[in-house]
């Protein structure tokens, strides 16, 4: 894997980065700047995330939550800030493990698997709740549409629906691209 080490006490970083070759994996860069992390992500493209800080500040859970969002990785922050609103506002903005009683080289493996694991669960949930979202949008618009259809064809909504699945069907259109055409033909 290829690691993006984030840490200004460069002799951290360093047993960070002994770590991470004993596992055979590679730190694309290691450096101190903890105000860039959405700007490194997205030039280097690591598969990872480790930053290592005494406090995660307002800036730095803003970037971090820029990087979620447009760049998505597993981020791992080692702090010793233990206050628990500290803790939820880097969780909220996108950190997958938030580890607090220092650093330890012989746990760093096991500490990367559970941010991958964690990770990879929450872009899971991220991507159903989209999915649900655009459903229920498309929904919303394919019953205005049918609404619509109701009203200017004096029909009831089976023939409403009906009649913009079969225009559908013969466009090989999805249902609310038709659905999308109506309202712009009866809201013009």
Do not use: W
């Not at 997205?42 to 500040?57: C, K, L």
């Not at 998505?72 to 922050?77: L, M, T």
């Not at 702090?79 to 500290?86: G, H, Q």
């Not at 991220?126 to 205005?144: H, M």
């Amino acid at each position: 894997m290829n690691i993006l080490v984030i840490d200004n006490q460069p002799e951290r970083a360093r047993v960070i980065e002994e770590a991470l070759t004993a596992l055979d994996h590679a730190v694309v860069i290691r450096t101190p700047d903890q105000t860039r992390i959405h700007q490194l992500v997205a030039s280097f493209q690591p598969d990872v995330v480790i930053v290592d800080a005494q406090s995660p500040d307002r800036d730095m859970l803003e970037d971090v939550a820029l990087t979620s969002d447009r760049n998505p990785r597993p981020i791992i922050f080692f702090a010793e800030d233990d206050d628990s609103e500290v803790i939820r506002q880097s969780i909220e903005a996108g950190v997958s493990a938030y580890i607090v009683d220092g650093l330890q080289p012989e746990r760093v493996n096991t500490i990367i698997k559970v941010a991958i694991s964690r990770f990879e669960a929450f872009q899971s949930l991220r991507g159903e709740l989209d999915k649900t979202r655009t459903e229920l949008a498309d929904r919303k618009v394919i019953d205005r549409a049918k609404g619509l259809l109701m009203k200017h064809r004096d029909c009831d909504e089976d023939a409403a629906f009906n009649a913009m699945r079969k225009m559908a069907m013969n466009k090989s259109v999805r249902l609310v691209e038709i659905a999308h055409d109506v309202i712009d033909l009866f809201e013009s």
